[in-house]
């Protein structure tokens, strides 16, 4: 009994919003982008305020590491300054953050900028088309919920060579 109870209140039981990690929800520039401008920063958008500490951008192109300084927390975006006269060419930006629950979050994207591209100011933040990154609370919850199966069973087995 004490198990099919503990069993129907672990899966009776959905994710709690803090359990779900922050997750990418734009950037400029966006994913995949083709610029006509120099861009002289990246920012990207999260679905909640990233904590500073772990949090970090690194964009690359064609003469390498294109980002300076240290990543900026703007509320729940991260702006990252990049290099003065940028070169024509493909982007990278791989980025790493620690979401607002303290867990890490991670992805990378690309964009392009033509040949013929001026130094331009910073542009408002864009929906990203591609991003990736880690958190699947429903995993957790289904672990919990065998550990409280396996934890019922071994309790319900001892119960019964007591009787």
Do not use: C, K
Request: charged share 10%; proline share 9%; aromatic share 4%.
């Amino acid at each position: 009994m004490l198990l099919g109870l503990l069993t129907v209140l672990a899966l009776g039981m959905g994710a709690s919003p803090a359990l779900a990690h922050d997750g990418l929800t734009g950037s400029t520039p966006a994913a995949s982008a083709a610029l006509t401008a120099v861009p002289s920063e990246v920012q990207l958008e999260f679905s909640g305020a990233p904590q500073q500490l772990g949090t970090r951008v690194v964009v690359t192109g064609p003469g390498g590491t294109v980002s300076t300084g240290e990543p900026e927390i703007r509320g729940t975006t991260v702006v990252q300054a990049l290099s003065a006269d940028l070169p024509a060419g493909a982007y990278r930006v791989q980025w790493r953050a620690t979401s607002s629950d303290g867990h890490p979050i991670e992805g990378n994207y690309e964009f392009s900028v033509s040949p013929d591209a001026a130094p331009a100011a910073p542009v408002t933040p864009q929906p990203a088309a591609a991003s990736t990154g880690t958190g699947t609370p429903g995993v957790w919850w289904a672990a919990g919920a065998l550990v409280l199966v396996a934890l019922g069973t071994v309790v319900a087995g001892r119960l019964r060579r007591r009787a």
